[in-house]
Each structure stands twice: as structure tokens, then as C-alpha cells.
């Protein structure tokens, strides 16, 4: 059986990784919403709080996947679960609920991150087809 003090540390770390995906989510919004707006001034703020986040949220899963294998004694294959069934009943619920949680806001924040690459890079290519000179001219007759 795992500690109760080692249980509420593993808890604690899924409960800030719940949180900086949550923020996350948030910021990837913002980036899409000043992309759309063309508000360049907007976009760089949230891809820097994005990038900076990003580096927390690695951080933090790193510690959790260490403390896990360190808990279930090095175990690859379904770590949490192994880690799960050596919980009492109450924090294997919990620790379970939370990678649920985890999971689905990872999954908006891959969907959304995608979504904004394609809208920037839709962008981008716009402005280059415009900006081209390849003698046809902005206003070329059809």
C-alpha cells in the first residue's frame, strides 16, 4: 500500500496539471481569437504564455510519471492502473477520475493547437499569394 502522504503528493501534482491544461485551453482560445482578429499584439502575448506553460506543464508530467514509476516500482505497461490498484479503494477513484479529467483537456488542447496551426498557416499563405510578385500583379485581368 502506497502513503497516504505519497498518494495526496501524486494527487496534488495531477490536480496542477488538470489546472495548467485547463489554462491552457484558455490561452489557446485567446491565440485563436486575436489570430482571427489579425491582433498581432495579442497573438504574441498568448504564444508566449502558451510557450511558457508549456514548459510547466512538461515539468510537471516528467515529476508525475517519475513518482509513478517510482510507486509502482518501475512498472512501464499501464503505470496509473498499476499504481490504482495499490491505492485504498477512495484514491484509486480519485487518481483515476483525475486521469480521466487529465486526459480529456489534453485532447481539447491537441484539437485546439491544431486548429490555431491551421488557421495561422492558412493566414500565412494568404499574405504570401498576395504579397507575391509573380507578374500577374495584385489586379491582374482575368
Same mark, same amino acid.
Given at each position: 500500500?502506497?502513503?497516504?502522504? +505519497?498518494?495526496?503528493?501524486?494527487?496534488? @501534482?495531477?490536480?496542477?496539471?488538470?489546472? @495548467? *491544461?485547463?489554462?491552457?485551453?484558455? $490561452?489557446?482560445?485567446?491565440? *485563436? +481569437?486575436?489570430?482571427?482578429?489579425?491582433?498581432?499584439? &495579442?497573438?504574441?502575448?498568448?504564444?508566449? &504564455?502558451?510557450?511558457?506553460?508549456?514548459?510547466?506543464?512538461?515539468?510537471?508530467?516528467?515529476?508525475?510519471?517519475?513518482?509513478?514509476? &517510482?510507486?509502482?516500482?518501475? %512498472?512501464?505497461?499501464? %503505470?496509473?492502473?498499476? $499504481?490504482? !490498484?495499490?491505492?485504498?479503494? =477512495?484514491?484509486?477513484?480519485? !487518481?483515476?477520475?483525475?486521469?480521466?479529467? !487529465?486526459?480529456?483537456?489534453?485532447? +481539447?488542447? =491537441?484539437? $485546439? #493547437?491544431?486548429? #490555431?496551426?491551421?488557421?495561422?498557416?492558412?493566414?500565412?499563405?494568404?499574405?504570401? &499569394?498576395?504579397?507575391? #510578385?509573380?507578374?500577374?500583379?495584385?489586379?491582374?485581368? %482575368?
Amino acid at each position: 500500500m502506497i502513503s497516504a502522504a +505519497e498518494a495526496l503528493t501524486l494527487l496534488d @501534482g495531477l490536480r496542477q496539471e488538470r489546472d @495548467g *491544461f485547463a489554462r491552457m485551453r484558455d $490561452l489557446l482560445e485567446a491565440h *485563436f +481569437e486575436a489570430a482571427v482578429r489579425h491582433d498581432s499584439e &495579442r497573438v504574441r502575448v498568448a504564444a508566449e &504564455r502558451i510557450t511558457v506553460l508549456t514548459e510547466r506543464l512538461d515539468t510537471l508530467c516528467s515529476e508525475r510519471q517519475q513518482r509513478v514509476l &517510482r510507486l509502482t516500482g518501475g %512498472a512501464t505497461r499501464d %503505470a496509473h492502473e498499476a $499504481l490504482a !490498484l495499490r491505492l485504498t479503494a =477512495k484514491a484509486a477513484d480519485l !487518481l483515476r477520475e483525475q486521469m480521466r479529467e !487529465l486526459q480529456t483537456l489534453v485532447g +481539447e488542447c =491537441k484539437r $485546439l #493547437n491544431v486548429r #490555431n496551426c491551421e488557421l495561422v498557416v492558412g493566414q500565412q499563405e494568404i499574405m504570401a &499569394r498576395v504579397l507575391s #510578385n509573380d507578374g500577374q500583379g495584385t489586379y491582374a485581368p %482575368a
